[in-house]
């Protein structure tokens, strides 16, 4: 791979100029507990140089200091390499562009303004209404969503993971992630967890001491992983806890009315052959009347001759009575079956 580098380079006669401001794109970003927000860039022009004011995304900053992949504190950064800087006065984003421009208000002016973009953009976004997306969001009505809070160590891992819950979701349950960030688990974020129901995500971080009190009094839960494998396990364990169980059907008989006797102080009795598997007295049954279900329930009485039984099995003939229904007719299906609830399975799009 260097060798082949190294050819397109000298092919394509790349070169660099040193001698302009620097311009390049980060790598990482982190917030350290004692230097505040880190930013790994790599240089792909110019040189970076202490004290110089840049421009990072929406974010700007002065390099107050700046370390090479050993630690090392180093004054300037040549093209092609990499170093941590210090400064920034925000979070930026793994591949945002950074360059360097001639004074600070100008970085801070960019930066404002790009911010102020962004976020016009996104609330353009959110309230735009049209006749498809309505149709959408009726198509969706009964779609349930996990909402999850996330934050990380570097930015990096957070989007990757963002990005990879967001592919988990199914026709059946969607994943929202309303929030992501770097750092620990702040208050705020179990403010926002409390007021819309969600669950806060912790990957290599931990709750502020404030913020796990808080969470606790609120009943908002604080999940922390450290392997993204386990975490989309353990969210794919919580998109099965939220999909209700499926009612299952099993069948178990079929039985003819042949003859209705309407006894006082009893009720109606049905005159039934079994014509298919069998009756039970503690079965769920299903009044069929040319096609169509009249009416679903459990059975009062099952008899065979004037004896109550337990069973009746195909052939034999018997009197069942339905509880509190009446209206049986000569020529009625009455249908037993189970029900049991089965785990619902989640659906890949």
Avoid at 88 to 99: I, K, Q, R, W
Avoid at 235 to 260: C, D, Y
Wanted: proline share 3%; hydrophobic share 40%; net charge neutral.
């Amino acid at each position: 791979l260097l060798e082949m580098v190294c050819l397109v380079a000298d092919l394509g006669s790349l070169k660099a100029t040193p001698d302009r401001p620097a311009v390049g794109t980060t790598i990482e970003a982190k917030l350290d507990r004692g230097r505040g927000a880190v930013a790994t860039v790599l240089v792909q022009n110019g040189t970076l140089r202490g004290g110089d004011s840049f421009i990072m995304g929406n974010t700007f900053g002065k390099v107050r200091a700046m370390f090479d992949d050993r630690g090392r504190a180093v004054q300037e950064a040549g093209p092609s390499t990499p170093v941590e800087i210090l400064g920034l006065e925000g979070m930026p984003d793994a591949g945002d562009t950074f360059l360097v421009v001639a004074d600070r208000d100008k970085a801070k002016g960019i930066a404002q303004y790009r911010k102020m973009k962004e976020r016009e953009s996104q609330l353009a976004k959110s309230s735009r209404v049209s006749l498809e997306g309505l149709a959408e969001q009726i198509k969706q009505a009964g779609v349930k969503e996990l909402p999850l809070i996330l934050k990380g160590d570097v930015t990096g891992s957070v989007e990757v993971l963002a990005d990879s819950l967001q592919k988990m979701s199914t026709e059946k349950v969607r994943i929202k992630v309303l929030h992501t960030g770097v750092g620990a688990i702040t208050e705020s974020d179990i403010l926002l967890a409390s007021a819309s129901n969600a669950i806060v995500i912790g990957f290599n971080v931990r709750p502020e001491r404030k913020a796990a009190d808080l969470a606790e009094q609120d009943g908002v839960q604080i999940r922390l992983h450290s392997i993204i494998y386990e975490l989309q396990d353990e969210i794919k364990r919580a998109m099965l806890g939220l999909l209700e169980p499926t009612i299952k059907e099993t069948p178990q008989g079929r039985a003819q009315v042949l003859e209705v006797f309407r006894i006082p102080k009893v009720g109606t009795i049905a005159g039934c052959r079994v014509v298919d598997g069998s009756i039970k007295r503690d079965s769920d049954v299903r009044l069929v009347r040319d096609g169509v279900p009249v009416f679903k329930g459990r059975i009062s009485s099952l008899k065979r001759f004037k004896d109550d039984v337990r069973e009746v099995t195909n052939g034999m003939e018997c009197g069942i009575g339905l509880a509190n229904f009446n209206d049986v007719k000569v020529g009625d299906t009455i249908e037993a079956f189970v029900t049991e609830r089965v785990a619902a399975e989640l659906t890949a799009q």
